[in-house]
């Protein structure tokens, strides 16, 4: 948002992970790093935190696109681009949700359909606590932020999953 005229960017990315895991930081880091690329009036607002939750439904009124970003043990590596759509799952109860399960509560507050929401999952190896950004995940890294250049681009509009890792 822009602190000035209380405007909304059209294009939000959303990272969330723990800085102090290891690879769990890979979204945070993403941003750092497209954060020192962004020029101020890039109609593009970063937001990070450690988890999703019901409360992070309230940044998407106004958007455009959301891209959310993510470490991930489970996807293919370098990195894996989802489409996202609503749904209830059995994050819904706890005190962090899935990407997903955020768009829904956003559908069930305004009535509508989210903005156009994309994740992007970094492949990780080392979450434990203390640990540092492994050479694997930091190669993803890179591989991923090019790929987020891409997406911030109108072209991505139409197909985000053709700049695939």
Known sequence: MNALTGAVAPLLVFAWG??????DGLG?????????????????????????QIE?????PGRSRVLFVD???TCR???????LAPARDASMGTHTLSA????????DLHGHAPPASTLLAIR?????????LSPAANA???????WCRHWLTPMALERPEAFEG
Do not use: T
């Open 28 to 52: 945070p880091l993403l941003l750092d790093r497209l954060r020192a690329l962004l020029p101020a009036d890039s109609g593009v607002d970063c937001l990070e935190d450690y988890q999703l």
């Open 77 to 83: 590596a370098p990195f894996e681009v989802i489409r």
């Open 71 to 73: 470490a991930s043990l």
């Open 18 to 23: 723990n800085r102090s895991r290891g690879d």
């Open 124 to 132: 990780g190896e080392a979450f434990e606590l203390g640990s540092p």
């Open 100 to 107: 997903q399960a955020l768009l829904q509560v956003f559908c």
């Open 56 to 60: 992070h439904a309230l940044d998407l």
């Open 140 to 146: 993803h890294l890179e591989r991923a932020l090019v």
